[in-house]
Every structure is written in C-alpha cells, then in structure tokens.
C-alpha cells in the first residue's frame, strides 16, 4: 500500500489546498451577508416602523432600543470573519507552494507571521464579542470568557514555524550558492 504524497500535485497538500478554496469563497459570501445585515440593521435603525408590526422584547426592551448592539455585534462578527479570510488567504498561499514542491519559499515566513498575528485578533475579538453580548442582551447570567491557553499556545506555535520557515529559506538559498 502506497501512502500519498504531501508535497507536489495530487498530493495531501493539493486536496488540503481545494478545500481552502471553497472555505475562502464561503468567508467571502459570509462576510457579505453579515454585512448586508449590519447595513440593513444601521438602515432599520433609522426607522424601525419600517418593521411595521414586528416586535421583539429582550427582558422588556423592544428591538427598537437595540439597534445600536445588534449593529455592534454585526460589526463585530463581520471583523471576526474577516480576520478568519486573511488567515485561510495567506494559508492557500502558502499551501500553493507546497502543491508546487517549493515550500521554503522567503514569503511563507511572512505568511505565517500574518497568520499568527491574526489568529491573536481574533481571540482579543472574542473578548470583545462577549462583552458586547453582555450589553446586547442585558440581564443574562454569564460567566466570563475564559482565558484559554489553547489559542495563545497556537499563535506562539504559529511564530515557531515562521521561525523555522525563515531558517529554511535561507539553508535553500545557501544550498542554492554552493557548487
């Protein structure tokens, strides 16, 4: 039995690079949505009778009085997607040079750096997404979010491989001036 490949075409990296594609034009499409539903919420906000008879109460408070946070939160969520794009853009990329054999390439460090600077982003975005859910719908019980070391631990793992990245571009391009 022959393992696949990970490197080169028809390879684990060439399928891993497919499904990156599809999750890149979903982002594209989510961010979309989302932000058609922050700008038509920023609209309704103007004039909410617009809703006509449509009602909705949060613990007494009609929807009227929350426009402000679901905006917020719409905002918010669109931010966290995006930050979701740039990682899995600068992943494709990435995962093109593996497809063509080539993976120390000098750009893939950068790549990598973006990527973990990202993925911390996202985790301060999600403080920030739970402290505006305390505001959107006041009154529920909640417990904090949790400092999780999982993410922080990925973002330092992440800057490693950068590292180890750059150290193999430049061994290929000593390789490369030796006769």
């Not at 905002?75 to 794009?85: P, R």
Request: overall charge positive; aromatic content about 10%.
């Amino acid at each position: 039995m022959q393992l696949m490949r990970t490197l080169g075409p028809g390879s684990i990296s060439s399928l891993l690079k497919i499904i990156l594609d599809v999750v890149y034009v979903a982002l594209w499409i989510g961010i979309g949505a989302v932000g058609l539903g922050a700008l038509s919420a920023l609209l309704l906000s103007f004039n909410p009778d617009l809703l006509g008879s449509f009602t909705m109460n949060f613990n007494g408070d009609k929807l009227v009085r929350k426009w402000p946070a679901i905006i917020a939160l719409l905002i918010t969520v669109s931010f966290y997607l995006a930050g979701i794009l740039v990682i899995v853009s600068r992943l494709r990329r990435i995962f093109a040079t593996l497809m063509a054999g080539d993976p120390f390439q000098p750009d893939n460090v950068s790549r990598l750096r973006v990527i973990g600077l990202a993925l911390a982003a996202l985790e301060l975005i999600r403080y920030a997404l739970w402290g505006l859910s305390l505001w959107a719908i006041p009154g529920e019980t909640r417990v904090g979010p949790t400092l999780s070391t999982t993410p922080w631990f990925s973002v330092l793992v992440v800057f490693v491989l950068a590292e180890v990245f750059r150290e193999g571009a430049r061994l290929r391009r000593e390789a490369e001036l030796t006769i």
